[in-house]
């Protein structure tokens, strides 16, 4: 069983997500996480079309004793040069292509494996399934469980912002994690009975997407949850959150943080950073105790 570190660093960021990092930037954010003690890295195909991998792959060189992730169900194929239409801020002449099939998953992983340079892979997650469920559970989760069995990735998951499909995979297969997005949070705790049932079968959690796309980012509630304006209901409830938090000395995002861990699915958080700055300021929240008084009163306030 591998062994999961209670933080994680999530290399979406580093790619250009939303906004372009430069290469210098996106190798001191990763060094940054390295040395505030972070050893799980997560990446993804996805994540600008190859970049994330290639400048986390560049960042681990040399460096041994962490858990790396990566996903699978979204192969990039050859196409016209030009910006991404995906959200990350690049120009690229790849483009991405749903496939959940095993020669699929087979090549993603192979070609992950070269864009990190690495022999093989801790964790592989199969990657927003939404649309592609039953190829996914025919195709890609045996593959990935017979690369399992040969030792050539440490652990089999599934990764989604949504918790109803990635409770029929755990009730269906023999997975080793989850990585839930926004589904078990401050504000939204819809995905509890995801975790409640991971509990039971032992299926550890990743919980990533902490802050709701920057809502629980600052000790300010920000204005958008899960990428869109937020509703008045969720804005007034961080506001409630964020007056409670501030009353015990705490702030929003050091909350937010701390929360999912209190399950006893949730084996690590993973979280995005861009530059070396937010990684540390993370970081130095990641440290701080929070008084257990703190969650009682947030209970009283719903979810």
């Given amino acids: 069983m591998i062994e999961l570190p209670p933080y994680g660093f999530g290399a979406a ?103 990190l340079a690495v022999p093989r892979i801790d964790i592989a997650l199969i990657h927003d399934p939404d649309d592609h469920v039953e190829q996914a559970l025919d195709e890609a989760y045996p593959a990935l469980a017979e690369l399992r069995d040969q030792g050539v990735i440490g652990a089999v998951g599934v990764g989604m912002n949504q918790w109803r499909i990635p409770a029929r995979f755990v009730r269906e297969t023999d997975l080793d994690v989850i990585m839930l997005a926004g589904r078990y949070t401050l504000l939204d705790r819809s995905g509890l009975p995801l975790l409640d049932l991971c509990a ?8 990533a997407g902490v802050f709701n796309s920057g809502m629980l980012a600052t000790s300010t509630p920000g204005t ?69 008084e703190l969650w009682a009163e947030l209970e009283t306030v719903g979810s």
């Avoid at 079968?201 to 990743?206: D, Q, S």
């Avoid at 958008?224 to 007056?243: C, G, H, N, Q, S």
């Avoid at 995002?253 to 006893?264: C, K, N, Y």
């Fill in 13 to 115: 960021p580093i790619a250009g997500l939303y906004r372009a990092v430069s290469p210098e930037q996106a190798r001191a954010t990763v060094d940054a996480a390295w040395e505030a003690g972070v050893r799980l890295f997560d990446t993804a195909p996805h994540y600008g079309l190859g970049l994330s991998e290639r400048r986390l792959g560049e960042a681990l060189r040399d460096r041994s004793g962490y858990v790396l992730s990566t996903k699978v169900g979204r192969l990039l194929v050859p196409g016209e040069a030009g910006p991404d239409p995906d959200g990350f801020d690049i120009v690229s002449d790849l483009r991405r292509t749903w496939d959940f099939s095993r020669d699929g998953v087979l090549r993603s992983l192979e070609e992950s494996l070269e864009r």
């Fill in 200 to 207: 039971e079968r032992g299926v550890r959690v990743l919980a």
């Fill in 224 to 292: 958008t949850f899960d990428y869109v304006p937020a509703p008045e209901p969720i804005v007034d409830l961080a506001r409630k959150i964020a007056k409670i938090c501030e009353s015990y000395g705490v702030s929003l995002p050091q909350a937010a943080m701390a929360f999912p861990l209190r399950h006893p699915a949730v084996a690590s958080i993973v979280l995005g950073a861009r530059s070396p700055e937010e990684v540390r300021t993370n970081a130095a929240l990641w440290e701080r105790e929070i008084p257990e």
